[in-house]
């Protein structure tokens, strides 16, 4: 298996402009995490997906903010208009439902840079 | 905040010795799992330990888990170089949310 799959790695995007990042959950996990990290914050969790439907999106920290989940496979956290304090790393994270008792698979992140 | 806290903060240990990382935290849990993070990378499981248990270990790696104290330690025996990372305790919390502290900086001097 390829793990989580995250892209693009980098992002660099001027203030205004539409980010949307992609996630791709390891095959038959049917829970899916999307967290942010930054220096100030450290790890947040923005939203989390169940059999893709949005189960808590209480981390999300604004309206400019949305995630999809269309398919099992895929998923897109979207930023519109972006902003310099969007600046971070986004990790995509998946689990099995049956595996309560075991961590996460996270994705390499997505490091955004607004300018 | 709803994150845990983790001390030390930072941590600079000779290769061969022990690092003893601790975590805190707010509310009650299902369980606590343990994460390395390289610079630059992703978050990588090393250990999870369950609500109701109090000792785990898992090859150089042991965890300890008070429960009444709302606490738990990272063990890394014999360090290496390779060890050098950011560790970050976790808290997976009865809403299915897990929830990360704010990381120990461990740096292994070979």
């Known amino acids: 298996d390829a793990g989580v799959i995250q892209s693009p790695r980098h992002e660099v995007t001027e203030m205004g402009q539409e980010v949307t990042l992609r996630c791709k959950p390891i095959?038959?996990?049917?829970?899916l995490f999307w967290y942010r990290q930054t220096m100030m914050r450290g790890l947040e969790l923005l939203i989390y997906f169940n059999n893709n439907v949005p189960i808590d999106d209480s981390g999300m920290p604004e309206d400019r903010f949305s995630a999809k989940m269309p398919n099992a496979s895929f998923s897109t956290l979207k930023i519109q208009p972006s902003e310099p304090r969007d600046s971070a790393v986004y990790f995509c994270?998946?689990?099995?439902?049956?595996?309560?008792?075991?961590?996460?698979?996270f994705g390499s992140g997505t490091r955004l840079t607004v300018v | 905040s709803q994150q845990g806290e983790e001390d030390p903060q930072a941590l600079s240990i000779q290769e061969g010795e022990n690092a003893t990382m601790n975590c805190s935290y707010k509310?009650?849990?299902?369980?606590l799992q343990w994460y390395r993070q390289n610079s630059g990378r992703g978050l990588v499981h090393l250990i999870l330990?369950?609500?109701?248990?109090r000792e785990k270990h898992s090859g150089r790696l042991r965890v300890t888990l008070d429960t009444s104290k709302k606490s738990s330690s990272l063990l890394i025996t014999a360090s290496r170089a390779a060890d050098t990372a950011s560790y970050f305790c976790a808290t997976l919390r009865a809403t299915n949310k897990l929830i990360f502290g704010t990381g120990t900086l461990l740096a292994v001097q070979p």
């Open positions: 509310t009650s849990i299902n369980n």
């Open positions: 994270a998946s689990r099995d439902r049956g595996s309560l008792n075991y961590g996460y698979t």
């Open positions: 095959s038959g996990h049917d829970y």
């Open positions: 330990i369950r609500s109701n248990e």
